[in-house]
């Protein structure tokens, strides 16, 4: 299994592009999430989804948009990106809701 | 936002050593309780879960003291690849887990 991907590894936009970011797991996972994290501050839930078709907002979710058509892929589309959104953007997936959550290896985005 | 703060280090210590590493959260009503470990640029792991009861594995124990709101991490004989960020996480109701800001430990020779 490949587990929990996540493409691309690293981007840079500029200020007002739109772009998505990748995540696809193997796993048969119900649950995937997408987070940040920034220097000093631990990750923060942007998005969820507990199965396919179905996804709800996190702590951060201002300027993101995700969805969940199959149980395998759960993007993450930056709208209008501005350089408040520079962070690393990390993907996680688990079996259930109370189980230990896989992240992938993260996208780092810039935005100039 | 519930809280779970952790103090940040960096923890240097010498091969060997033993090491504590402590985390408090604010909501009295979470549920679960977990250590992940997150090596330099790399994605967190999952570590150990906690047990109110504490729990043990190999080198490392977690204790939870729900009454104190206080997680513990021990780690015992520590080796140079333990040096990574150690993430204190916490989950309220439902799916959504609460993040440390991480402790930084570097085991050196």
């Known amino acids: 299994n490949a587990g929990v991907t996540q493409t691309p590894k690293f981007q840079v936009l500029k200020t007002g592009q739109s772009m998505t970011l990748q995540c696809a797991q193997d796993?048969?996972?119900?649950?995937m999430s997408w987070y940040r994290q920034d220097p000093g501050m631990g990750l923060r839930l942007i998005h969820y989804?507990?199965?396919?078709?179905?996804?709800d907002q996190g702590e951060v979710p201002n300027g993101y948009n995700v969805s969940r058509s199959t149980t395998e892929d759960f993007p993450l589309r930056l709208l209008s990106a501005a350089p408040s959104q520079t962070s690393v953007y990390f993907c996680a997936s688990s079996y259930s809701g109370n189980d230990e959550q896989f992240f992938g290896p993260g996208t780092r985005l810039t935005v100039l | 936002r519930k809280e779970v703060e952790q103090d940040p280090g960096p923890f240097n210590v010498p091969e060997g050593a033993t090491v504590a590493f402590n985390c408090t959260y604010s909501?009295?009503?979470?549920?679960?309780f977990f250590w992940y470990r997150q090596d330099c640029r790399k994605e967190p792991k999952l570590l150990m879960s906690v047990y109110s009861s504490g729990n043990e594995d190999g080198r490392f124990t977690a204790q939870l003291n729900r009454a104190s709101q206080y997680i513990s991490l021990l780690i015992r004989d520590s080796k140079l690849s333990d040096s990574a960020t150690y993430l204190c996480v916490v989950r309220d109701s439902g799916y959504a887990l609460n993040f440390g800001k991480g402790t930084s430990l570097l085991v050196t020779p």
């Open positions: 796993m048969n996972h119900e649950y």
């Open positions: 989804s507990v199965g396919a078709g179905i996804t």
């Open positions: 909501n009295s009503a979470s549920q679960s």
